[in-house]
């Protein structure tokens, strides 16, 4: 990330320096060209006048234009035009062009002092004559180009003029300029350089701080993977960063969960199964002994052993189909078959089924009918009864209440109520009443099938004590698909 982040940063610097460089020395090119063409044209409209009256056979007016030329330039020459660009009137000689009259005075470029004996400009003239001499310009259309002087290395500005059979040229020295140039571009190099040096110095502090909390998040998957689910990493900030923080904690908290969740579970899977062990060991003890006493001679040991025998069975039965329907639950396929239930009636119907002998009162207040599955429904109301039944006192009552959007049904009893420990464990299975694992006619399994049912259809059941125990159950009037 680092090594990017420099490489970009690096070649925009420089692609910017560069670009800049171009531009700014374009620029000043075409400046000082301007400026050039601006001087040469302000030199030769004061002094051709004279080259005129030359050309007309004055020969003291070839004296005055160089005077006029040597007033206002500094390396300049007359030469002869090209024979084909010349009319009838001025014909220039045959041959290559001659150089008719040139400065008498020029500069040193490295000084700026004045040069007693200007430089030959010959050889220089003759590397841009095709292009100054040889162009068919009309007369006083300025023409400019950029050559090297072979006598002396340096780079010329040549700027020239057309005057029918003579062409006017001046030479700038682009020394100083390019020197200047060249300084310019050095100041870029720095500059690009700085920038560079900053921009990897804020990469290397950027992929440091984006590092940093990678890192930390990396190390805490690693201890979440090692099992330390309790793991977590601070949240700094509103960034991005900050937000993989969040979503790592998130994760991390739903991972705990659903593995405690799964902890918890097989726990319980465990208790379950040495529960069932537990409660089938003694039905089946008890029908083993009471088959080993069917073959003796005496009537009533026989019809007692048969008795007993028929109880354990019924016993077994009762706790198999238990099982059963709990397996159904864990393995998530008990089915809901809502219709609509009158509660009434229904709880009429456990009441006969559950605790035929024992007095229930039954009140109803409000619209009491529900979409439910009347099986379960049943099965829970017979439970509870049954529950109320074992462990508590008469008087039971069971009221009914229809609300706007559920229906609550509430099981009563006159005991002493459920304890204050068993309370957190009481809907778990395999939880008696006594609390203790002595023999009794039930499994431990009814309240937590109760549970399950309600929780299927959307409800809830809870207890609390008020004069005894007491169960509500919360049931939607609008069972889930």
């Known amino acids: 990330m680092t090594a990017a982040v420099v490489v970009v940063t690096t070649t925009a610097t420089v692609l910017m320096a560069f670009s800049a460089a171009k531009i700014q020395e374009d620029d000043a090119l075409d400046r000082f060209t301007a400026a050039a063409k601006t001087s040469f044209g302000a030199m030769f409209g004061q002094a051709w006048p004279h080259l005129e009256q030359f050309m007309a056979g004055n020969p003291r007016a070839l004296e005055l234009f160089s005077q006029g030329m040597d007033t206002a330039a500094v390396d300049w020459m007359l030469v002869t035009s090209h024979p084909q660009l010349t009319n009838d009137d001025f014909k220039a000689p045959e041959g290559p062009p001659e150089i008719v009259k040139s400065s008498s005075r020029s500069l040193d470029w490295t000084t700026g002092d004045k040069n007693a004996n200007p430089p030959d400009r010959r050889a220089a003239l003759e590397s841009v004559q095709d292009v100054v001499l040889l162009r068919t310009t009309g007369p006083g259309k300025l023409l400019s180009t950029i050559t090297t002087d072979p006598a002396t290395g340096r780079r010329l500005l040549v700027v ?125 003890a008890s029908m083993v002994a009471t088959v080993d006493t069917l073959d003796n001679a005496s009537p009533e040991i026989r019809t007692r052993a048969t008795e007993l025998l028929g109880t354990q069975a019924r016993r077994l039965t009762r706790l198999v189909e238990d099982l059963m329907e709990i397996s159904r639950f864990d393995a998530g396929s008990a089915d809901l078959r809502p219709e609509l239930v009158a509660l009434p009636a229904l709880v009429e119907d456990a009441i006969e089924v559950s605790v035929p002998e024992t007095p229930v009162q039954v009140t109803s207040t409000g619209d009491t009918t529900v979409s439910a599955d009347p099986r379960r429904v049943h099965t829970i109301v017979c439970n509870l009864l049954v529950n109320a039944e074992r462990y508590g006192r008469t008087p039971i009552t069971v009221s009914l209440e229809g609300l706007s959007d559920s229906v609550t049904i509430r099981v009563a009893d006159s005991g002493p109520g459920v304890p204050d420990e068993l309370r957190p464990i009481l809907f778990d299975r395999f939880v008696r009443g006594d609390h203790a694992r002595q023999a009794t006619e039930g499994s431990g399994l009814g309240l937590s099938i109760a549970r399950e049912n309600a929780l299927i259809h959307g409800g809830e059941i809870t207890v609390h004590n008020d004069r005894g125990a007491v169960f509500t159950v919360s049931l939607p009037r609008e069972s889930p698909a």
């Open 160 to 284: 020239s003029a057309n005057f029918v059979a003579y062409w006017v040229v001046q030479f700038f020295d682009l020394t100083t300029f390019e020197q200047d140039l060249a300084a310019q571009r050095w100041k870029l190099a720095w500059i690009a350089l700085g920038v560079t040096v900053l921009g990897v110095a804020a990469a290397v502090f950027a992929a440091g701080r984006i590092r940093r909390p990678v890192l930390r998040v990396a190390s805490a998957a690693r201890e979440l993977g090692g099992g330390a689910f309790d793991v977590r990493v601070p949240v700094k900030g509103r960034d991005e960063l900050a937000d993989l923080a969040a979503s790592f904690n998130t994760m991390a908290d739903r991972v705990g969960t659903a593995i405690e969740e799964l902890r918890a579970k097989d726990r319980q899977q465990q208790r379950f199964v040495a529960d069932v062990a537990h409660d089938l060991r003694t039905p089946l």
